[in-house]
Structures are given as C-alpha cells and as structure tokens.
C-alpha cells in the first residue's frame, strides 16, 4: 500500500508528492522535524511534541504556524486508515531559486508522512559506545543528522541497533534516544543541556519514576558510571522504553533483568498505551 504522505497542507501517495531540489531541506539541512506516535488512532502527549517543535522553530527562526503544522498533522491522522504508528513531520525554511547559505524570504515548506507500527516486543538493544560528533545545539530536533547517522552506520557494522554517545567521557544520549541507567538501586540520566534532545518519552520516564517515588538523579555522567550500572534504558517515541542487553565495546555488569526497569515499563504500557 503507498505511503499517505503530506506536503504543504496536500495529503496525498507519498509517489505523488514533488519536492524541489531547491528546497533548503535539500541542499543545507535546513529543517527541524517531529516523530509523534498515535496509538488506537490517538496521538500521545501530542501538545508537548508542538511544543519542542515551537522551540526547534524559534531556535532557527523558521517562521512557521505552529497552528498550521497542527492542522497537517491531525488531518495525516485522519485520512490514515492506520491505528497504530507515528507521524513524520518536518518543516524547512522552503524553497530558493539559487543555493546560497543566505536565505532568501520565502514561505517554510512543510513534507511529512505516516507509518503503521507496532509499539510492542521490541528486542533489548546492542550497542556502541562512541564520541559524540555532532553540533553544539542538540537541543534542537535538527533534519542535520550526520553526527548520528555515520556513527549508526559504523555500529550497524558490528551487529549494533543503536550508539550510546560521549563528550570527552561525559555520557549524552542515543543516537535517536535518551540514555537512563540503575546503579546501586537508583536511576540516572543525563541532565537536559544543549548537548543532548529534550525527548519527550525520557520526560514521560521521568514523571514516572517521580511519581513512583523511585531513586532518581539527573546529572552530568561518565563511562565509569556506565562501567559499574547494572541496567542501562534507551528511551524514544518509537522504542518506549528498552533496555540494553550489551555494549559491545566496554565491560559492564548490566543484567537485562532489572526490577526497576520492570516497574517503569508496566506504568508506562499502562498510562500510554492502554
Ligand atoms: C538524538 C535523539 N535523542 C533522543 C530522542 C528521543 O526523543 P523522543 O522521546 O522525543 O522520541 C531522539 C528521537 O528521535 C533522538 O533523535
């Protein structure tokens, strides 16, 4: 069945959709993106994606209706016979008529699509342990992804589904998550900075284990840490919650069955997804 895909408001095929090669998504990355999920045909924590997306719009001051962007997205949902899955959606600063980093006044573009998929039985992760080499404003949902995509690529190589990132020794995020892990019965992750995506499921984690008054601290951490962790969670919106089986470059002590981990997948099905 082809893809429904959206482009400047037009639902269409995704085979029918044409975009410009001129387009500043194109040629220079220029465009900030949303993954939103939607489950028995309902988008979770949809106003708190529209609002990382406001903050990834303003950050680049890409002038965009947020209203708009709305608008697309629900009716993506709505023409989709799809009830499980998520929406792409990214917005770029549109369509010049010559490449130059200068941007000319134009309107911002706005391209995405919807995919059926199912949140459930997701196997435990294998990963890297690899630098972080990406930009310094993280923060932002940029489409400039080239930092994340050779290092997935290299980890892909060796038998890996996804990276866990270091600044100087200092842990950041997934390649397209956020990290968590358990040592002596508390949880850690990494507190928000501009070097890593304020996701919105380690937000959800987070309100969690606060409410289930579990060990918590967010701070600044190392690989030491991660050395002696005895379970270790990737969180995004299309994983949920998955915990790690190996790294395959560094000797840990994770054991993939961790009551901590157990009890904030159950609130999470729970609240989520039921
Ligand atoms: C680099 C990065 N960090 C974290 C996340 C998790 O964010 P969310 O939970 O909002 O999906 C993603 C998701 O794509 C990501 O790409």
């Not at 930092?147 to 020794?169: F, P, W």
């Not at 070097?195 to 987070?206: D, E, K, M």
């Not at 395959?248 to 159950?266: D, G, P, Y």
Request: glycine residues 4%; contains cysteine; charged residues 30%.
């Amino acid at each position: 069945m082809p893809k429904l895909a959206s482009y400047n408001g037009k639902v269409d095929s995704i085979e029918n959709i044409k975009v410009s090669p001129m387009s500043r998504a194109f040629l220079f990355s220029d465009s900030v993106y949303e993954v939103i999920s939607f489950y028995k045909k309902k988008f979770i924590d949809f106003e708190t994606h529209l609002d990382r997306l406001k903050h990834s719009l303003n950050e680049t001051k890409i002038s965009c209706s947020i209203e708009e962007c709305k608008t697309e997205i629900v009716k993506l949902l709505n023409e989709s016979k799809f009830e499980d899955g998520y929406i792409y959606y990214q917005v770029s600063r549109g369509v010049d008529s010559i490449r130059s980093h200068f941007a000319e006044e134009s309107d911002c573009e706005r391209f995405g699509f919807i995919e059926e998929f199912s949140f459930f039985n997701q196997s435990p992760l294998k990963v890297m342990l690899v630098d972080d080499i990406r930009w310094q404003r993280c923060d932002i949902k940029s489409t400039s992804l080239l930092g994340n995509v050779l290092q997935m690529n290299d980890a892909k190589s060796v038998g890996c589904n996804e990276i866990l990132m270091h600044k100087n020794g200092e842990l950041t995020e997934g390649g397209a998550s956020n990290i968590f892990f358990v040592k002596n019965k508390t949880i850690f992750t990494p507190e928000l900075s501009p070097n890593i995506l304020p996701g919105i499921t380690r937000h959800q984690v987070i309100k969690i284990i606060k409410d289930k008054k579990l060990n918590f601290e967010e701070g600044s951490y190392s690989i030491d840490d991660l050395k002696e962790a005895s379970s270790i969670w990737f969180t995004s919106t299309t994983k949920g919650i998955l915990g790690v089986e190996e790294i395959v470059n560094l000797e840990t002590k994770i054991n993939t069955e961790c009551e901590l981990l157990e009890i904030c997948k159950n609130a999470f099905v729970k609240r989520y997804f039921s």
